[in-house]
């Protein structure tokens, strides 16, 4: 059996798993906030969708499991990281592109737009699934739910583009 224990012991570590998970719902928060009327808008009801597109529901459960276990990959890394301004920095990118994709693709309504903005999470996300795994080793994989999901994300919204 592989061990991947998660020492929460430390109040530090605790305390990073928290702000992290703070900081994550805030952009869900914000998310929503554009998603959800543009998912039952007429714009949005009109499109032809991918037929491997979820079922509504889904994407809440996917992105509430998915932000928690990116609240622990991000506390795991930030408490190995020498360079904390530079993963800093790369949190705030990913969180500035999964916000603005909500507002890009359902509020403005700029399908080729929002293919950039999520396929650049993509690759970011990817980045620090693949490039921290010889510093993390199996915690890597709590940023992979993040990683998969955008891939299928990305492919819906390619889909949108390509078929409308």
Do not use: D
């Amino acid at each position: 059996m592989v061990n991947i224990s998660f020492h929460l012991t430390s109040k530090f570590m605790i305390k990073r798993v928290l702000i992290f998970l703070v900081i994550n719902f805030i952009a869900l928060g914000i998310g929503g906030f554009f998603t959800g009327p543009g998912v039952s808008s007429e714009w949005f009801l009109n499109l032809n969708q991918a037929p491997w597109n979820p079922p509504g529901w889904v994407f809440g459960a996917a992105w509430t499991f998915i932000m928690v276990c990116f609240a622990f990959f991000m506390a795991y890394w930030w408490s190995i990281a020498e360079h904390k301004k530079g993963i800093a920095i790369l949190f705030g990118i990913q969180w500035v592109l999964n916000v603005s994709w909500n507002i890009i693709f359902f509020y403005s309504h700029e399908v080729t737009i929002g293919l950039i903005v999520i396929s650049s999470l993509t690759l970011l996300v990817g980045n620090f699934l693949f490039n921290n795994w010889k510093k993390m080793g199996l915690k890597s994989l709590l940023v992979a739910p993040y990683f998969i999901w955008l891939l299928i994300a990305t492919s819906l919204n390619a889909y949108i583009l390509f078929n409308n």
